[in-house]
């Protein structure tokens, strides 16, 4: 007996950017003429090859980056970094080391700037006292004026460098800076700005787009479906299915994007019309979530989609320390709400359908 196949309209996409390994240097309150900061990062996997990078993070807000030969990297990906890239230079380091022990960071980092400067970067944590690593969504897109899409840096086991054993060296030329310090205790110990994660998850969540869309093909009733690198739920009403979740498999930890009362078809809508729903995004537990709403409004054959994480990231603290930073430093949680997606879907000759979608911040 042959199934009876039916298909949906999926605007939504998910991109995981793999990556081993992230570390955080701050001294914006001893900064150089250039830099507040470095961002030594590991990659070993088969879309970015083997290697390492620093990004320099500037005092006009934007990136440099500065990376190994044997890295493929595409200069779209740092659009969302900061206020954008300002140069990608390909270079010999003559240090480039960082791995994470029970003891603690241990890294060290040498190279020239554009401006032929030494940059040396060296963490050498040596406390033997338990970590208590927390999850955290980094607010790496509060700085983005132009974003192409929504940068989700899910940073599992995240944790600070603690100031008791710790020797850190941060020179640029001739001088030395004074890293920044957590203004705050955490755990009983004194802790430094610099901060990492051994399994940090990149997600870039619906990248601007301007072209055809393929609706998705599922059997009658069907509940799930595995297709393209992606798990799909569905419900169904009569014989149009909904989608209720969308999970992005990866080696790291699922992504979900859920929708509450589920994404309809756009093409099963009447015209004129107008409906609102909820979502939320989220990776592991310890992470939290992403929520928000969203609004379809249909006129004819053209499909109007806003999307807007309004509930901003709802993080689970799990001590007093964390609850503070975040009751404080607002930011943590409330970035996520200041961003804004349209697409737009134009419903031509059958099967042909046209998405144009876009980001933008609205504060």
């Not at 050498?124 to 970590?131: A, G, S």
């Not at 927390?134 to 899409?149: I, K």
């Not at 599992?156 to 310090?181: C, N």
């Not at 004129?272 to 939290?288: C, L, Q, R």
Request: glycine share 6%.
């Amino acid at each position: 007996m042959v199934q009876e196949k039916v298909t949906i309209i999926n605007p939504f996409k998910i991109n995981i950017d793999p990556m081993e390994r992230l570390l955080l240097v701050n001294f914006e309150g001893d900064p150089d003429t250039i830099y507040i900061g470095f961002e030594p990062q590991v990659f070993n996997d088969a879309i970015h090859g083997k290697g390492h990078l620093v990004i320099g993070w500037r005092r006009d807000g934007k990136v440099d980056v500065y990376h190994q030969p044997g890295l493929k990297l595409e200069r779209q990906t740092f659009d969302i970094v900061g206020k954008g890239l300002a140069t990608m230079v390909e270079c010999d380091f003559f240090e480039a080391h960082y791995e994470v022990n029970d003891v603690g960071v241990h890294a060290s980092y040498n190279f020239k700037d554009v401006d032929n400067r030494q940059i040396v970067i060296k963490v050498n944590e040596n406390n033997p006292k338990r970590r208590k690593p927390f999850g955290l969504l980094a607010p790496m897109g509060a700085a983005a004026e132009n974003p192409s899409a929504m940068p989700l840096v899910l940073l599992h086991h995240f944790y600070f460098v603690r100031k008791k054993g710790t020797e850190i060296d941060i020179r640029i030329e001739d001088k030395v800076h004074k890293p920044d310090e957590l203004p705050l205790p955490m755990d009983g110990s004194k802790m430094l700005y610099t901060r990492y994660s051994p399994e940090p998850l990149i997600v870039t969540f619906n990248p601007n787009v301007n072209a055809e869309i393929i609706p998705l093909e599922v059997n009658l009733y069907q509940e799930k479906l595995s297709h393209a690198g992606y798990d799909y739920e569905f419900e169904w009403i009569k014989e149009q299915p909904i989608i209720k979740r969308i999970i992005c498999k990866n080696d790291t930890y699922p992504v979900t994007l859920f929708f509450k009362e589920g994404f309809f078809d756009i093409r099963s809508l009447k015209k004129d019309i107008t409906m609102k729903g909820s979502f939320e995004i989220a990776g592991n537990p310890t992470v939290g979530s992403v929520k928000g709403h969203y609004t379809v409004k249909k006129d004819h054959n053209k499909t109007k989609i806003t999307l807007v994480p309004s509930g901003g990231w709802k993080p689970r603290p799990t001590k007093l320390s964390l609850l503070f930073l975040y009751t404080v430093a607002k930011m943590f949680k409330n970035w996520p709400k200041t961003y804004e997606w349209t697409a737009y879907i134009q419903e031509k000759d059958e099967p042909v359908y046209h998405m144009q979608s876009v980001w933008k911040r609205t504060s």
